[in-house]
T-cell receptor, first 115, second 112 residues
Framework: GAGVSQSPSNKVTEKGKDVELRCDPISGHTALYWYRQRLGQGLEFLIYFQGNSAPDKSGLPSDRFSAERTGGSVSTLTIQRTQQEDSAVYLC?????????????FGEGSRLTVL | SQQGEEDPQALSIQEGENATMNCSYKTSINNLQWYRQNSGRGLVHLILIRSNEREKHSGRLRVTLDTSKKSSSLLITASRAADTASYFCAPKSVNSGYALNFGKGTSLLVTP
């Protein structure tokens, strides 16, 4: 597609349920990032994928969070047993080659509300 | 990797005025990028300045970089109501991984 696509755009769930958020990066972009942004706050780095290398998971806040990227393209962020503090906008970004310019192209985000 | 710290946290100006936002960082960088965010959705890349550049222009945007002071500034000239948004800087460190980290940003309000 022309840009980074994220789905769903909005998700309301009950505490304790699992959620999956999807990111479809720009075709040909080897690097993919997930960020979390709580209301009125900055972006928290969660996880980074680069090609076939092992992902940088250093930003994942707990073992309830996991992400995978299949075939070097689409990525899924999974949050298990959701808590109210997981409520946030989850932003995905991709870049052509982070070693060169590092310019990120963001999707519109998935707004998660945990009741 | 490091994150930039934007200053001020909030800025309110009238249309036609200039807006200046500052960014400070801590360690050596390859480049520094500025992004804009409308209404808490996706960020849009505005401009990238490399460590060997001191000033860069793009339309009404002017970015400066002072590596000796580890700081950058973003100037928006002749501001418009449509410039209302949050602005983030993202310094790309030399030796600390590939992830870009973002601070809390500067929230700019431009009133007609």
């Amino acid at each position: 597609g022309a840009g980074v696509s994220q789905s769903p755009s909005n998700k309301v769930t009950e505490k304790g349920k699992d959620v999956e958020l999807r990111c479809d990066p720009i075709s040909g972009h080897t690097a993919l990032y997930w960020y979390r942004q709580r209301l009125g706050q900055g972006l928290e780095f969660l996880i980074y994928f680069q090609g076939n290398s092992a992902p940088d998971k250093s930003g994942l806040p707990s073992d309830r969070f996991s992400a995978e990227r299949t075939g070097g393209s689409v990525s899924t962020l999974t949050i298990q047993r959701t808590q109210q503090e997981d409520s946030a906008v989850y932003l995905c970004a991709s870049s052509q080659d982070s070693a060169n310019t590092g310019e990120l192209f963001f999707g519109e985000g998935s707004r998660l509300t945990v009741l | 990797s490091q994150q930039g710290e934007e200053d001020p946290q909030a800025l309110s100006i009238q249309e036609g005025e200039n807006a200046t936002m500052n960014c400070s960082y801590k360690t050596s960088i390859n480049n520094l990028q500025w992004y804009r965010q409308n209404s808490g959705r996706g960020l849009v890349h505005l401009i990238l300045i490399r460590s060997n550049e001191r000033e860069k222009h793009s339309g009404r945007l002017r970015v400066t970089l002072d590596t000796s002071k580890k700081s950058s500034s973003l100037l928006i000239t002749a501001s418009r109501a449509a410039d209302t948004a949050s602005y983030f800087c993202a310094p790309k460190s030399v030796n600390s991984g590939y992830a870009l980290n973002f601070g809390k940003g500067t929230s700019l309000l431009v009133t007609p």
